[in-house]
Each structure stands twice: as structure tokens, then as C-alpha cells.
């Protein structure tokens, strides 16, 4: 599963001709600014600007590497003593990224319990009777971010086991936890997978696979929601070509219509190909899937329709997702914004008792967030949404490291916070060289974040001597962003040669903050 979640989070909607990318290639693309050459590092670079050298100057080093004062904030903290050991504009408000996945799911884990499962159930409107339900089958969505059709499946295989064979009525999808968004954020591109729609039924992590040609000439295509072991047929999403005269800057535009979910071609696609696009209804797709596979277990349904299900319907079958705890390691270590928004509205409509707007539901979170730890100033924060896919969000390296220092040694589910987070690429690399000189061993543990002209880090160094240290990174370019987000055209907010390079030196000053610090602090 864990291979359909690296293909939601990596795929970026360009077309392509041929084979689904391979595994390797799609790390590479995540993690091409996470883990730079080795080349960068220490051969000509003057004393001041080598993290290596007792000489090392930040302020240079920011510099050098082409970023203003301002543009650069961080904080690090001794866990156990609360002593602050580096700060730089530690109150200054930056784009986190998908750094706000921290305190979403921190503030999910909290409130929740690691161990906090969610529910997909089957249920009766009516009396089962000769293995037919008499009245109404309901499938209800629970809102877990990890459903796959192979949960699905064994649901309806479930259904079956306990001798449902079909049903007198309608066979209706309720997906009302949550309301529906076609989104995370209108402002990152509709083609880009890691922004896919959102609502209480996530499956496969909301991506398909869509294959086209150009059969007679007439360029057609149709889309499967993958498994690593089952491809299902996406019946519930259209797709034709661009109209005549109708203009077109993507090889995909959305083209959503009251008859559902639907997807323009460009008449500049290759002859051929394969692509991945995010699911923007995923409603009535979760329900369609689940009454194809329910017919593959002899169940009979209805075609699906939108509804709620009754207070007094009766649980026939449940699908459970693992716990939350691992979820959530999923959603840092992969870094999922679908997967992130669900596990934030989760925890948030526990708290309000009812479905709020993904915009709501991280405001109240920030609020929650005051409340549970008083102690923080939390002036500026703002979560616009859970994933961190948008701009408008604001948190401060203080806050983020406070947050940190505040949770540490707290145990979720098997461990503590620190163990859902993911080891940083490079430090295999780091610590080579320190076994090399006779150092001991670092640990640096951490949640990237990643957007044109907004980067971030968070998390914790363990510099080998016993401490362990909190910390906070963050760059950005605020005017650059602004200007990415004021453009009308959805392929100047995709990553380009130019904000390659500025992202590239982002991550090599990160680097080189975290290197120096396991050295001298």
C-alpha cells in the first residue's frame, strides 16, 4: 500500500508516454532537493562558509548561499534544560509548507489517541431476509485516509460471509462527515496529484491512473484506481477532447460538469500514453468501485446514489483502518497533503461534534492549539489548512520548537513523536564522515516542507553526547510566492529550472545549519 501512498505523494500530472514511473525515479523527484550531491560540500569553500570549520559563519553562509537576512528563520532548544542554542528571527511568521503537518498531527494524535482507528461500515435500512436486504444498503464513508479497493474488497467479501446478497432498495454512499472540496488549495495546480479532492471516502489516497490513445484517430481515454495487486475501473470519470475553438494551456483541464467528474485532452498529448490526475469527486468513485467488487462477491446493488444513512440502519460489515499512530508515521514520512487534511478534519470534528470546511477546521485547530499549550506564544499562527498546500498559513520556528519541547517523552500509540518521524536523507552520509574523524554518531529526525520559494524543517537532533535538541528551519521568499500565486496560469506554480536552483540552495543551507550544530552545540 505503502507504494500506492509514494505514487500519490510523487506524482506531479504531466503526461508522459509509456510505463508508470519506477519507484526509484519517483524518490528521486520527491527527494532531489532533500539529498544533494555530495559535491556541494567542503573542497574550495572559504573557512567561514564550511559547516566543518569552527570559523563557520551563518550570516555568510546565508549569504552565500543568495538569501536575504530576513528570508532565513530558526530555532533550536535543548529538550531538557529549555536552553535556547541558536535562534534567528525565531518570531518571524513564514509559509510552513508541509511543515504544518507537525502540529496537525500532533494536535490529531492528542485528541484522538494513537490508537484511534477509523470506521468504513455497511448497514441495513431494513430486515436481511433470505439474504436480501429489505429496503435500503448504505455504505458508510469514516473518513479513513488509508482505504484502498483492497479494503473494499474484503468489505464486500465481509457483506457476503454474513449473507447479504443484495437488496430490495437503493444502494446509497454517505459521505456527510466531512464536507466535499474538489481541492485542497484552488491555488496549486488541478492536474498536480499531491492536490487532490477531498472528503469522508479517500481511496487509493485519491489518485488515478489514466491511460489514453488515439484509436481511429479519435483521442479517448479512461482510468483505473490502482493497488499494488488490483486495478479497478474509474467508471465515474469522463474524459474527451478539448471542443473546437475552446482554449487549453495543460495537456489536462478539469472540466466537472453536473453529470460528475470530468477531464478535458489536449489535442498536444503524445499518441499514447499514461499519466496519474488527481480524484476530484471521490464520493461517488468510492461507491462505484465498492458495488463493482461487492458484484464480484455476488452481491447485487443498485447504481449508487448520494445520502445519509438513518440513525437506526444496522451494521452488517465494517472495514477498521490501522491505527491512527501509524498513519500517522505514514503522513510524516511520506508527507501525503490528502492523507494530512483527513486526519486533521478527523480531530477537529471531534472536537466541534460537527463537519467543518477545511478552512475552519484548521483555524480551529490553531485555537485548540492556544488552548492545549498556553505556555507558547502563538501569535501569527495560522493554519489555512491541515496538509500545509497553501500559502496563506504562517507558523514561527519558536512556535514549532516550543510545540516540540512541549511534547517530548509524550507517548502515541508504541512510541513517542519522534519515532513516526523520518530519519533525514543525508545523515547516513553525515555520520561516515563523523565516524571518520572519531565522532560519535547523530540522529536527526524531521518534517520537510517544500514549495516553490517555501521550505521548512522540523524536528529533533540527537548530536550523540545524550541531548536531544529541538529545532526549526525555515526559508522563504515571500515576494517571489505572492507573485507565483497572482499568476493565472497553473504551469508557472510547478517547479521550473529557477525555483529548482533556489530550492536546491534552501535545502543545502538546512544542511549546513544542522551539520554545524551537531558540531558545536
Known sequence: MFQALRSSVLCFGRARSG????LAL???LAFVVLVPAHAYAQANRPPQTDPNNPAFDIAR????????????GYHVIDTATGAILASRNPDSAMIPASVAKV?????????LGGDY????????GGPLVGGVVQGDLYLRAGGDPFLTTDDLAELAERLHAAGVLGATGRFVYDATLYPAVSEIDPHQPETAAYNTGVSAFALNFNVVNVHWSRAGGTLAAAATTNTDTRRVAASTIRFGPVPAGLPWSQFFTAADDAAGEAWQLAPALP???EDWLP???PAPLAAAVFASLAREAGIALAAPESGMAPAGAVVLASHQSRPLSEIVRGVLRFSNNLSAEMVGLAAMRALAGQPLEIAQSGRLMGFWLSERFPGIDWQGFLLDNHSGLSTASRVTSRQLVDLLVSIDGQRFGDGEYVDLLRMVPW???????RRTAGLPPVSIRAKSGTMNYAVGLAGLLEPGDGRRLAFAIFVNDQGARAALDAAADDAAREVNGQTRAWLNQARLLERDLLTHWALAL
Not at 498531527?105 to 485528541?111: N, V
Not at 545523515?427 to 564522515?433: D, I, M, Y
Request: no cysteine.
Open 19 to 22: 510505463g508508470p514511473p519506477g
Open 26 to 28: 519517483l524518490v528521486l
Open 61 to 72: 553562509a546565508i549569504a552565500a548561499y543568495g538569501f536575504a537576512p530576513e528570508q532565513v
Open 103 to 111: 502540529p496537525t498531527t500532533i494536535a490529531a494524535l492528542d485528541i
Open 117 to 124: 482507528r477509523f470506521r468504513t461500515d455497511v448497514l441495513a
Open 271 to 273: 499518441p499514447e500514453g
Open 279 to 281: 480524484v476530484r469527486q
Open 427 to 433: 545523515v547516513g552520509e553525515l555520520n561516515e564522515e
